[in-house]
């Protein structure tokens, strides 16, 4: 795939309430009046048959399989997702997608890493160190710097492999895995040059989202950053599961770069906005559904969530629907083109007094 990325000069936001409302339609992309008709009845539909199940058999949305789920069919499809996921072992060039090679090499890093030479870093979110491995070929290497690092995550699963993988990655002269949440890192206050999280926080609670920030911004040591990337309203990553949402699918949809905008203001912590846009490319049929079931669905939650399953059987069984409308919106030919649009939020700790 190729990618361009294209950086805004980088603005520092102070903490004032201005950051854009959480927003998103499905009828973005969708031609004419007959088409949005058929958006509604099918979310009229889909939310009509989860409160009907809830009813009947007080269903827990986040625990139980939805009435006529294929539980047996549900697990061979994680297990199918979760050797996907788990399988992406390789180097950064083998990546499926654009995200951090991009975020890896933005000029930004430069401003971060400044003069070190050996950094601490924590990275959370860390999943099976996709970005981590990125970031090793890409920041590190280049720049002939070393780094300690420390990676949260909520999949345990995901740590496994992300410990097996860390011995191989260039410049990582020690890692350590950590089984925690997000929002409970207070006994690493203060301890980290840089503290990253990329592309992780889709899935975190808007009523956890603040705790969350601040946890991570109290890692970072004085003088030292912290730095955020995700996809805004605009981006894919974030419409998608949106989408589910409007369809009934889902009973929320997924966090944005806006929404974390917002707790930063919320919470008068300063930083600097970079906007990041590239281009997403699919050329096949195999490679668009990776892209849409795992990058834009399942990635968003652990593994063994209930949540990852009915966002990889949503897109088998609405790809007609209007799910399918939303991604044919994006075709170009016999490929489909997503546009990325992914703000970067520089956090630095000020230096101590």
């Keep these: 795939m190729e990618a361009k990325a294209t950086k805004a000069p980088a603005t520092i936001s102070k903490a004032t309430k201005s950051a854009g409302p959480r927003a998103f339609s499905i009828e973005a992309g969708l031609n004419t009046e007959h088409d949005k008709q058929q958006v509604h009845r099918f979310a009229e539909l889909e939310t009509t048959k989860t409160q009907q199940a809830k009813q009947d058999q007080k269903l827990d949305f986040f625990a139980d399989p939805p009435v006529g789920y294929k539980t047996e069919q549900n697990n061979q499809n994680l297990d199918s997702f979760a050797a996907n996921r ?183 912590i300063d930083f600097q906005k970079l906007e990041v846009n590239y281009i997403e490319r699919t050329k096949t049929e195999e490679q668009l559904i990776h892209y849409v079931m795992n990058e834009s669905g399942g990635n968003i939650w652990p593994a063994d969530d209930n949540r990852t399953g009915r966002a990889l059987d949503s897109f088998v069984a609405q790809r007609s629907g209007p799910l399918g409308q939303l991604i044919d919106a994006h075709a170009v030919g016999s490929e489909h083109h997503f546009p990325q649009s992914v703000p970067v939020l520089l956090i630095r700790k000020p230096d101590a007094k």
């Design 86 to 268: 788990m399988g992406n072992m390789s180097l950064a060039a083998a990546d499926p997608v654009e995200d951090y090679r991009v975020l890896a090499q933005c000029d930004f890093w430069t401003e971060v890493i400044g003069s070190k030479k050996e950094l601490s870093c924590m990275d959370v979110c860390a999943g099976t160190g996709r970005w981590m491995q990125s970031f090793s070929e890409l920041v590190l290497q280049p720049r002939a710097v070393t780094a300690k690092v420390d990676c949260v995550d909520l999949c345990a699963t995901s740590l496994q492999h992300l410990e097996s993988r860390l011995p191989q990655m260039p410049g990582i002269l020690s890692g350590q895995t950590h089984n925690i949440s997000a929002a409970t890192l207070q006994s690493f206050d203060g301890q980290y040059d840089v503290v990253t999280n990329m592309h992780g926080l889709y899935g975190v609670p808007l009523g956890i989202l603040s705790e969350v920030v601040s946890s991570m911004v109290n890692a970072v040591k004085p003088g030292g950053y912290c730095v955020l990337a995700l996809g805004d309203n605009r981006s894919f990553y974030v419409r998608y599961p949106q989408a589910l949402q409007k369809l009934g699918v889902m009973e929320e949809g997924c966090t944005s770069a806006n929404d974390v905008e917002s707790a930063l203001i919320e919470q008068g």
